[in-house]
């Protein structure tokens, strides 16, 4: 049963994944050429905006199912720090592009070679807002029930292109007000770039912070150290540790039992800690039980 359950989740990401990289590919032309049409730099930027998004449903789809695969030979732990990488380069890329597209929009600005956009941009930059945001909560709501990290990441490159089509609607709209405002549509795709240079960062940091095995937070930890204390013959436990890989956690902890019970007794509390772990804790992969004897009775 659990297994068709996670079946059925790599199903519905997949499925995800298909609809952003179908929506991207038909936005990115779709706004290239209306920004070219339409004269304004805001669009453009927003087109290329959607490109790394589409380039990033394409590792997203990658990182998803390889993340998916259980362990083999070469790789005894499974494969699901895929995700954790994938989730990286995703936020890397949003960085760089960020930059490039902010580097571009200012020299256009200082060089004051610039044309007035048209409502053919208007209306591009609109459409996309709305198809930007259906395609984040679509995503989003299914990363979350999957409980996948690489596919809410790549919702929320959907929700910053539609912030991006925000910014570019303003800066065309302003524009087009009065000549004056022409120089709100370069302004406007300086400040997509900004917008996709800070989810970059905001993609980036916890993606870092998992690949370094950082520990979850303090009441994950007392949840797990809760459970195993619960345990009957487990007198108390320490030196608890726990990683973060991909979605879920890899845990360590001793537990301390009665020095004079059998060798086999002890393992059976271990297991029992172990069980009780993986059933009673969210979002645990594996668990290692450490048995030591109760030294004040020694």
Do not use: C
């Not at 590919?25 to 339409?38: D, E, N, P, R, S």
């Amino acid at each position: 049963m659990d297994q068709d359950h996670k079946s059925k989740g790599s199903r519905a990401g997949r499925i995800a994944l298909w609809f952003g990289i179908i929506g991207n590919a038909l936005l990115i032309v779709a706004k290239a050429f209306l920004g070219v049409v339409g004269r304004s730099q805001a669009l453009i930027a927003d087109a290329v905006h959607s490109f790394t998004d589409f380039a990033t449903d394409i590792l997203a789809f990658a990182g998803l199912k390889y993340a998916e695969k259980g362990e083999d030979e070469d790789h005894p732990f499974g494969h699901g720090k895929i995700e954790t990488l994938m989730t990286l380069l995703i936020g890397l890329t949003l960085v760089a592009v960020g930059i490039w597209i902010g580097y571009t929009a200012a020299a256009s600005m200082m060089a004051g070679s610039l044309q007035g956009p048209t409502y053919v941009a208007l209306i591009g930059a609109l459409v996309s807002i709305a198809v930007k945001e259906w395609m984040y909560q679509y995503t989003v709501r299914v990363g979350r029930r999957i409980k996948s990290n690489v596919l809410v990441a790549n919702a929320w490159h959907h929700r910053s292109d539609a912030f991006s089509s925000i910014a570019a609607a303003l800066g065309i709209g302003g524009a087009l007000i009065h000549p004056s405002l022409i120089f709100l549509d370069p302004l406007a795709a300086l400040l997509v770039a900004g917008f996709i240079v800070k989810v970059g960062f905001d993609i980036i940091v916890p993606a870092f912070q998992t690949a370094a095995d950082a520990a979850p937070e303090q009441s994950r930890l007392d949840e797990i150290q809760a459970v195993a204390e619960s345990v009957e013959g487990v007198r108390n436990t320490h030196d608890l540790k726990a990683r973060q890989y991909a979605s879920k956690l890899h845990v360590e902890i001793h537990i301390v039992v009665d020095p004079g019970i059998p060798v086999v007794n002890g393992h059976m509390i271990a297991n029992s800690v172990r069980d009780a772990i993986l059933n009673g804790v969210e979002d645990i992969l594996e668990v290692i039980v450490h048995v030591d004897p109760d030294k004040t009775q020694a």
